[in-house]
């Protein structure tokens, strides 16, 4: 745990503010980290936190989720089943940009004098705000407000509103408004050169395309309104960009325009007076198609843009505001008398929004909308630490998550047949659904993933009650997943039947391919269980259904009774010797990394070693086991989830920002609360304080997903195993009040723990039956329903350590010993993609 407990803020710059982000002074070195925090999206559409000016930038970036660039893979040797077409999200064409001159001086951040500075991300409004006065050359005073947001009511929409006042003289103002496609956000003073790239691998950062990636095929020019239309050159994906201007002001102006292959212009000159505003309102709409050509895209955005003029400005910032209401009613989550913790709480909260809410059937990628980092994949963390806050928050987004993995299915169906398995195998990491990991030993051979999103889809089926989303199609997951694994183990008979699977990885990218990951077994044993009940219950309640199911894939009685058998002898490691669960099955042989004595300038541990120095410890990226202890938690008792934990948790070495949430949810389970407060607060502010160094990168979707599961799971102590809802919390000492809310079959309860008692209300619908501690509890009406609390578990000081790990002995008498490998070298050309979250 390298977090301390102080407040990782500098609160001179960054105030505390419940419902904001607030920036009182502009940082030059850490524009990357800024663009991040202050980017505002709509899960479809992100413009980065750049400077409206648009010169001075860590990364210009506007990003439309799923708009990508293929790429052929080139492995330095071939093998069959590789992973073959590279996917990249593209930084489409950057319409934030406004420039400024007074006296043909320009407003350059980075270089003016400033006399004020104030920018605010606001939660309520959904709109990222700037007031700056600055004292231009010449001495003049001159105020510029703006403001600019995604729309969460129409997704296609941007809006950027941009006031400059002169305080105290007459000058020429102009302002020069762009559309402007600067590849990989590549700067165009730059004459299309490429950033300068650190020389050290990164696996967190995108790849930098080498040919133009966007044709142009449209370009419009009407009055104020300008068109672009593009097409990738590899994928064929059409993308087109519309802007419109309006113009508000006293002052006398003339306007022009012009627009090019790569660059539109609208100028304003303006004879500005003294005290005399100049109001520039620009209306900015993008649409995205794999097969539709970019002409009709433009159609599209002029009908965007022609229903934002009917509005007006005010009307769209308002029906904002009016959907984040209700965002706030359904999701908000609150610590009373803690306004650090709440404002990064709200923080966090907002970013789910940003990066889900209007994805609309896409998926949900690891950088939301907010930057490049991991090239806007797909991967496994949406159905793990994002699907829980969207299920029982936003049902309907979590509907149309599980449909983009439902589309999904027949790609992976080839992909399964591919790697010589019946039923289908996800992508590890896709945009298109293709497989695009081209380390297969971290990547293909996670195989878990087919089980995390039978999981995500039963959480929710369970959840909501929404059964005829399973009955109609979604039931298919289930169906081919199960029949994957069924395929993939198989049994070895010695007293028993037992059922394995080998050569996958799990959950931790630091040991691949290995026999029996624990957390596999586990997630594939729930995985065939809840198959075989699905099809049963679907057999016996909608026989239509269940007719078409045996027409779509020829399901077999015979076939699910495998399923059910498989689950049922699945092989679940455990040491007796040690009293844990083994991650796998050689494990425990390996050797321990002294995670305690390694050098902080040598983490995280794959930028500076070798893969395979890696695979030969005991050491964690990031959770395994524990993930298995808390999303199958009804499978083990308090007693094996303490031992785990306190096994792994010195060998984890948080290199993963997923590994401090699931790390918190089971530490405040079995006693460290103290513990669970620190992981807490280092998921909480991982991006704010960029505790990993590469905020810059995007923001870290699953772990902001995380924070609420830390919350409602970890704190609060809600569990939802196989559709039944129970209470256990586990309030931290310091704190007096929780509040948070879960909609259950359509009621939404607000849910309050305080140090003696758990209390429920009904905010909305009929009313739900939960258990607490045993006890079940039935809530409806307008009373609120009190459950008094003796106790928040055991209280246990401190943290597990290595010296509690090492000296003993496994099961054939030999030592557990700690060492670090006394030679580390910073590869500066090799490779390897492995994860760093």
Same mark, same amino acid.
């Given at each position: 745990?390298?977090?301390?407990?102080?407040?990782?803020?500098?609160?001179?710059?960054?105030?505390?503010?419940?419902?904001?982000?607030?920036?009182?002074?502009?940082?030059?070195?850490?524009?990357?980290?800024?663009?991040?925090?202050?980017? &505002?999206?709509?899960?479809?559409?992100?413009?980065?936190? *750049?400077?409206?000016?648009?010169?001075?930038?860590?990364?210009?970036?506007? /990003?439309?989720?799923?708009?990508?660039?293929?790429?052929?893979?080139?492995?330095?040797?071939? +093998?069959?089943?590789?992973?073959?077409?590279?996917?990249?999200?593209?930084?489409?064409?950057?319409?934030?940009?406004?420039?400024?001159?007074?006296?043909?001086?320009?407003?350059?951040?980075?270089?003016?004098?400033?006399?004020?500075?104030?920018?605010?991300?606001?939660?309520?409004?959904?709109?990222?705000?700037? $007031?700056?006065?600055?004292?231009?050359?010449?001495?003049?005073?001159?105020?510029?407000?703006?403001?600019?947001?995604?729309?969460?009511?129409?997704?296609?929409?941007?809006?950027?509103?941009?006031?400059?006042?002169?305080?105290?003289?007459?000058?020429?103002?102009?302002?020069?408004?762009?559309?402007?496609?600067?590849?990989?956000?590549?700067?165009? %003073?730059?004459?299309?050169?490429?950033?300068?790239?650190?020389?050290?691998?990164?696996?967190?950062?995108?790849?930098?395309?080498?040919? =133009?990636?966007?044709?142009?095929?449209?370009?419009?020019?009407?009055?104020?309104?300008?068109?672009?239309?593009?097409?990738?050159? *590899?994928?064929?994906?059409?993308?087109?960009?519309? +802007?419109?201007?309006?113009?508000?002001?006293?002052?006398?102006?003339?306007?022009?325009?012009?627009?090019?292959?790569?660059?539109?212009?609208?100028?304003?000159?303006?004879?500005?007076?003294?005290? &005399?505003? $100049?109001?520039?309102?620009?209306?900015?709409?993008?649409?995205?198609?794999?097969? &539709?050509?970019?002409?009709?895209?433009?159609?599209?955005?002029?009908?965007?843009?022609?229903?934002?003029?009917?509005?007006?400005?005010?009307?769209?910032?308002?029906?904002?505001?009016?959907?984040?209401?209700?965002?706030?009613? =359904?999701?908000?989550?609150?610590?009373?008398?803690?306004?650090?913790?709440?404002?990064?709480?709200?923080?966090?909260?907002?970013?789910?929004?940003?990066?889900?809410?209007?994805?609309?059937?896409?998926?949900?990628?690891?950088?939301?909308?907010?930057?490049?980092?991991?090239?806007?994949?797909?991967?496994?963390?949406?159905?793990?630490?994002?699907?829980?806050?969207?299920? %029982?928050?936003?049902?309907?987004?979590?509907?149309?998550?599980?449909?983009?993995?439902?589309?999904?299915?027949?790609?992976?169906?080839?992909?399964?047949?591919?790697?010589?398995?019946?039923?289908?195998?996800?992508?590890?990491?896709?945009?298109?659904?293709?497989?695009?990991?081209?380390? %297969?030993?971290?990547?293909?051979?996670?195989?878990?993933?087919?089980?995390?999103?039978?999981?995500?889809?039963?959480?929710?089926?369970?959840?909501?009650?929404?059964?005829?989303?399973?009955?109609?199609?979604?039931?298919?997951?289930?169906?081919?997943?199960?029949?994957?694994?069924?395929?993939?183990?198989?049994?070895?008979?010695?007293?028993?039947?037992?059922?394995?699977?080998?050569?996958?990885?799990?959950?931790?990218?630091?040991?691949?391919?290995?026999?029996? *990951?624990?957390?596999?077994?586990?997630?594939?044993?729930?995985?065939?269980?809840?198959?075989?009940?699905?099809?049963?219950?679907?057999?016996?309640?909608?026989?239509?259904?269940?007719?078409?199911?045996?027409?779509?894939?020829?399901?077999?009685?015979?076939?699910?009774?495998?399923?059910?058998?498989?689950?049922?002898?699945?092989?679940?490691?455990?040491?007796?010797?040690?009293?844990?669960?083994?991650?796998?099955?050689?494990?425990?042989?390996?050797?321990?990394?002294?995670?305690?004595?390694?050098?902080?300038?040598?983490?995280?541990?794959?930028?500076?070693?070798?893969?395979?120095?890696?695979?030969?410890?005991?050491?964690?990226?990031?959770?395994?086991?524990?993930?298995?202890?808390?999303?199958?938690?009804?499978?083990?008792?308090?007693?094996?989830?303490?031992?785990?934990?306190?096994?792994?948790?010195?060998?984890?070495?948080?290199?993963?920002?997923?590994?401090?949430?699931?790390?918190?949810?089971?530490?405040?389970?079995?006693?460290?609360?103290?513990?669970?407060?620190? %992981?807490?607060?280092?998921?909480?502010?991982?991006?704010? +304080?960029?505790?990993?160094?590469?905020?810059?990168?995007?923001?870290?979707?699953?772990?902001?997903?995380?924070?609420?599961?830390?919350?409602?799971?970890?704190?609060?102590?809600? =569990?939802?195993?196989?559709?039944?809802?129970?209470?256990?919390?586990?309030?931290?000492?310091?704190?007096?009040?929780?509040?948070?809310?879960?909609?259950?079959?359509?009621?939404?309860?607000?849910?309050?723990?305080?140090?003696?008692?758990?209390? /429920?209300?009904?905010?909305?619908?009929?009313?739900?039956?939960? *258990?607490?501690?045993?006890?079940?509890?039935?809530?409806?009406?307008?009373?609120?329903?009190?459950?008094?609390?003796?106790?928040?578990?055991?209280?246990?000081?401190?943290?597990?350590?290595?010296?509690?790990?090492?000296?003993?002995?496994?099961?054939?008498?030999?030592?557990?010993?700690?060492?670090?490998?006394?030679?580390?070298?910073?590869?500066?050309?090799?490779?390897?993609?492995?994860?760093?979250?």
């Amino acid at each position: 745990m390298r977090f301390a407990d102080t407040d990782p803020l500098n609160r001179t710059r960054f105030p505390v503010d419940e419902w904001a982000l607030v920036e009182t002074d502009f940082g030059d070195d850490d524009q990357g980290r800024t663009e991040t925090l202050f980017a &505002v999206g709509n899960g479809y559409l992100g413009l980065r936190g *750049n400077v409206e000016e648009g010169r001075d930038g860590h990364l210009h970036g506007t /990003f439309v989720n799923g708009f990508h660039e293929t790429w052929p893979i080139r492995h330095a040797e071939e +093998a069959f089943g590789f992973a073959r077409v590279g996917q990249t999200i593209v930084n489409a064409p950057d319409a934030k940009v406004i420039r400024l001159y007074v006296d043909d001086e320009p407003l350059v951040i980075t270089e003016a004098e400033l006399l004020s500075y104030e920018r605010r991300l606001d939660f309520r409004l959904g709109a990222l705000s700037r $007031i700056i006065v600055w004292r231009t050359p010449a001495g003049k005073r001159v105020r510029i407000t703006s403001r600019r947001m995604t729309s969460f009511v129409d997704r296609h929409l941007a809006l950027i509103d941009y006031e400059v006042e002169l305080l105290d003289a007459d000058a020429a103002v102009t302002i020069s408004s762009h559309i402007l496609n600067r590849q990989d956000g590549r700067d165009e %003073y730059r004459s299309g050169v490429a950033e300068v790239q650190s020389s050290i691998f990164d696996p967190r950062k995108a790849e930098m395309f080498a040919d =133009r990636v966007l044709q142009p095929r449209v370009r419009r020019h009407e009055g104020s309104r300008y068109m672009l239309g593009y097409q990738t050159t *590899n994928s064929s994906m059409a993308l087109a960009v519309g +802007a419109e201007h309006r113009i508000v002001t006293d002052n006398a102006f003339t306007e022009s325009g012009t627009i090019g292959d790569d660059l539109a212009k609208h100028i304003y000159k303006v004879q500005a007076q003294r005290g &005399v505003p $100049i109001r520039i309102t620009k209306a900015v709409s993008y649409h995205t198609a794999r097969s &539709v050509p970019a002409r009709e895209l433009v159609d599209r955005c002029d009908r965007t843009l022609d229903r934002a003029a009917e509005l007006g400005v005010e009307q769209v910032f308002l029906d904002q505001r009016t959907w984040l209401d209700d965002f706030w009613a =359904r999701s908000d989550v609150e610590i009373a008398g803690q306004p650090v913790l709440q404002q990064a709480v709200r923080w966090n909260l907002f970013q789910l929004a940003q990066a889900s809410a209007r994805t609309d059937g896409g998926g949900i990628a690891a950088k939301g909308v907010s930057g490049s980092g991991y090239g806007g994949h797909y991967f496994w963390d949406s159905e793990i630490y994002v699907m829980p806050f969207l299920t %029982y928050t936003a049902p309907i987004v979590a509907r149309n998550a599980m449909r983009f993995r439902q589309k999904m299915l027949d790609s992976a169906r080839v992909r399964a047949l591919e790697l010589n398995q019946k039923g289908a195998l996800f992508p590890w990491r896709t945009i298109n659904g293709l497989e695009s990991s081209a380390y %297969y030993a971290a990547g293909t051979a996670q195989y878990h993933i087919d089980a995390d999103i039978s999981y995500a889809l039963m959480q929710y089926v369970n959840a909501t009650g929404d059964e005829d989303f399973l009955g109609r199609g979604a039931i298919d997951i289930l169906v081919e997943t199960a029949r994957m694994w069924e395929d993939l183990g198989f049994w070895r008979s010695n007293a028993d039947d037992v059922f394995h699977i080998h050569g996958v990885t799990g959950p931790d990218e630091y040991t691949t391919v290995v026999n029996d *990951n624990l957390y596999t077994n586990v997630m594939a044993r729930a995985n065939l269980e809840a198959a075989a009940r699905a099809v049963d219950h679907l057999q016996v309640n909608e026989p239509e259904e269940y007719q078409r199911l045996v027409e779509r894939v020829g399901v077999t009685p015979a076939e699910v009774a495998s399923w059910r058998r498989a689950g049922a002898h699945m092989h679940i490691p455990f040491d007796p010797q040690l009293g844990v669960h083994p991650q796998d099955s050689a494990f425990l042989e390996k050797e321990l990394w002294d995670l305690e004595h390694t050098p902080e300038n040598l983490r995280p541990l794959l930028l500076h070693y070798h893969p395979l120095v890696i695979y030969r410890f005991q050491v964690l990226k990031q959770a395994d086991v524990v993930l298995a202890l808390f999303l199958q938690g009804h499978r083990f008792t308090l007693e094996e989830k303490r031992a785990d934990f306190e096994y792994y948790d010195p060998l984890t070495t948080g290199d993963s920002t997923l590994s401090a949430v699931v790390q918190s949810i089971i530490a405040a389970e079995v006693g460290y609360h103290e513990l669970a407060i620190r %992981y807490f607060r280092a998921a909480l502010f991982v991006d704010l +304080a960029d505790l990993h160094h590469n905020t810059a990168d995007g923001v870290h979707v699953a772990s902001t997903g995380g924070v609420w599961g830390m919350l409602a799971f970890g704190f609060g102590g809600f =569990r939802d195993q196989d559709g039944a809802f129970t209470f256990d919390p586990r309030l931290p000492e310091r704190w007096e009040r929780l509040t948070f809310r879960l909609t259950i079959r359509g009621t939404r309860l607000r849910v309050t723990v305080e140090q003696d008692a758990i209390s /429920f209300l009904v905010e909305d619908g009929d009313g739900a039956h939960v *258990n607490v501690r045993g006890t079940p509890v039935d809530i409806a009406g307008p009373e609120e329903v009190r459950v008094d609390l003796t106790d928040h578990g055991a209280r246990i000081v401190g943290a597990p350590t290595m010296r509690e790990v090492t000296g003993t002995r496994r099961a054939d008498g030999t030592l557990l010993t700690a060492s670090i490998p006394t030679l580390a070298l910073d590869v500066e050309d090799e490779a390897a993609p492995l994860r760093v979250d």
